[in-house]
């Protein structure tokens, strides 16, 4: 796991929970309330700038994203136990007991074609994150919501599939990006996500900039 993890920047965990677990968190992630989240940046090509990929966006481009947000999940009881034992142990095993400060937020993907997240960086969020996916439904090829990721020269697709964890080695600096959820999905595209940084390191200002979050500081 840890060399996968170093190699390729992520590791895949399916089935991540018991079902009776599991339904929980996808009663909880469905029944909450969002807030539109929309986001332009002129800037942020520029400072992300890669003239080594010949595909990545031009610096005079602007990085978008659309998608929705609440802070009523992360602050459940459920999903806080869950993140405490099923996500935060393979964390710390794979930073080397290196993170110890994480901030989490629940993120909404409306089947409606116009969700979505352009190709960015996320290595000033932290060293390590994870994305969790909530669903009721066995995703398929084409309902879109496609988390992708340039790793070395080839493009890795990760489906949204129900109760799969994926582990994303921030430090490597892969670009990625989320594709829309296509109107033809049979449901909106969950997911719980989080960063982790180290544990003697200051919050990042990112952090605390959006309201619809939970940041927890762990002692050792």
Known sequence: MIEEYKKNGYVIFDDLLPEEEYKKILDICKNSSYNKISQKRSDRYALWETPNDKF????DEVYENQFWGTDEVVQTDEVKQMFDKYIKPKV??????QAGKFMHQTNMYRNNAKDFLRIHYDDYMGLCGYVFYVGEYQWKYDWGGLLQMRVDDDIKTILPNKNRLVLMNHSLRMGHWV?????????????????????????????????DQRIDKWKY
């Open 56 to 59: 990545f966006p031009d610096s």
């Open 92 to 97: 710390l095993e794979l930073t080397n007991n």
């Open 179 to 211: 594709t829309p959820t296509n109107t033809w999905a049979k449901e909106n595209r969950y997911t719980i996500v989080g960063f982790c940084i180290d544990k003697d390191k200051d919050l990042p200002e990112t952090w605390t900039k959006r309201k």
